[in-house]
């Protein structure tokens, strides 16, 4: 999986400026940063989730379509 960009020395910076010190600020900003890539998908890992759902949609589609002739060679010989 890809990590999502996230400026990590302007985040810590609006965080100084806004009243936390160094280590608040840098135990925020990694704690964020650790979360944001953990848990947010990419447009890559949607691209994939995307392909393989059009994979599977397809097979599905195809087998269905063989059941369907299966059973219309059945029901009408």
């Known amino acids: 999986m890809e990590s999502v960009t996230f400026d990590t020395l302007a ?3 609006t965080l100084e400026r806004a009243g936390f010190d160094d280590t608040q600020a840098e135990a925020t900003v990694k704690t ?4 944001v890539n953990e848990s947010v998908a990419t447009k890559a890992d949607l691209k994939v989730l995307e392909l393989s759902m059009t994979i599977k949609l397809g097979a599905m589609l195809f087998a269905t379509a063989l059941f369907i002739l299966g059973v219309g060679k059945f029901l009408f010989s």
Not at 32 to 35: G, Q
């Open 11 to 13: 985040a810590a910076k």
């Open 32 to 35: 964020i940063n650790k979360a």
